[in-house]
């Protein structure tokens, strides 16, 4: 029996690499983050997908490296290249206003300004909490759960929450 090829779009890449979703972050998928620079579909079922890291020394790569494999394997693409960039450097101004929204509803504080902004890592800056949207908030670790967040308190609801860092 003659095995049928199958014919694979980079559309269809694309919509399969938006059910990777972030292993931090399970709402967001990895093309919501802007993590997926570029898609090339070859000759011979092969795709080569270039990603480009939020931190660099990021876990997740490996995670997103199995994912992608994965995905785009169950789906009949037979030879799956990852590639890596890092020039430019991910920003956060690359998520969307949907995505910065699905950070909030599910209880992340999305950034607050723009990456390229006089925001630096120690600067006092007024973060809505997600949950009340107060902003009688304050920073408690700038370091959290992953290194693209920092902890925060709301002192209204007395939760505490994550904020996802500019940069």
Not at 30 to 37: F, M, T, Y
Request: charged share 20%.
């Amino acid at each position: 029996m003659v095995k049928e090829a199958i014919h694979i779009t980079e559309q269809k890449v694309w919509q399969l690499l938006d059910m990777v979703a972030d292993p931090d972050i399970p709402v967001i998928s990895i093309v919501e983050l802007g993590l997926v620079r570029k898609v090339k579909v070859e000759p011979g079922n092969s795709v080569t997908v270039t990603i480009t890291p939020s931190y660099s020394g990021c876990p997740a790569m490996h995670v997103f490296r199995f994912e992608i494999e994965s995905v785009l394997k169950m789906n009949g693409v037979e030879n799956v290249k990852l590639e890596i960039v890092l020039s430019p450097a991910w920003t956060t101004d690359w998520l969307s206003d949907t995505t910065k929204n699905k950070l909030k509803q599910y209880g992340i504080a999305p950034p607050v300004s723009d990456a390229g902004s006089a925001d630096t890592l120690f600067a006092r800056k007024e973060v809505p909490c997600p949950r009340c949207n107060s902003y009688h908030t304050k920073l408690t670790s700038q370091f959290g759960s992953t290194p693209c967040k920092a902890l925060w308190y709301c002192e209204d609801c007395m939760q505490p929450f994550e904020y996802f860092k500019c940069h």
